[in-house]
């Protein structure tokens, strides 16, 4: 089992900034890479960005491409998403959530997941 722990959220002014933390503990050793998922009231959950732990893998979604940058700290299993120039359109509860694959953008491959925290973007 992989627990994952989220803060960071909050409410912020169009073209402000956050970051987002995830903390995993237990069988991290078990996973590959940790992922950003979002959703936003009436939609699907929406793949945003990943990174494996070896580092040699990001992606990102067309929509967070040059705003939006994710980074790890191996050492004490967090990963961090900085979010830069935010949108209304970013509004959404975000998910971290652990995958067996370094490179996935499908929720199916993730695994475990956290609470969600909630981000809110003013215009």
């Known amino acids: 089992q992989v627990q994952l722990e989220e803060s960071g959220g909050g409410w912020v002014q169009a073209g402000g900034s956050l970051r987002l933390s995830c903390a995993a503990s237990?069988?991290?050793?078990?996973?590959?890479?940790m992922g950003w998922f979002r959703q936003a009231p009436g939609k699907e959950r929406e793949f945003v960005i990943s990174v494996s732990w070896s580092g040699g893998v990001t992606n990102y979604s067309d929509s967070v491409k040059g705003r939006f940058t994710i980074s790890r700290d191996n050492a004490k299993h967090t990963v961090y998403l900085q979010m830069n120039s935010l949108k209304p359109e970013d509004t959404a509860v975000y998910y971290c959530?652990?995958?067996?694959?370094?490179?996935?953008?499908?929720?199916?491959?993730?695994?475990?997941w956290g609470q969600g925290t909630q981000v809110t973007v003013s215009s």
């Open positions: 237990g069988r991290t050793l078990s996973t590959a890479a």
């Open positions: 959530a652990t995958s067996r694959y370094s490179d996935s953008y499908y929720s199916y491959d993730y695994d475990y």
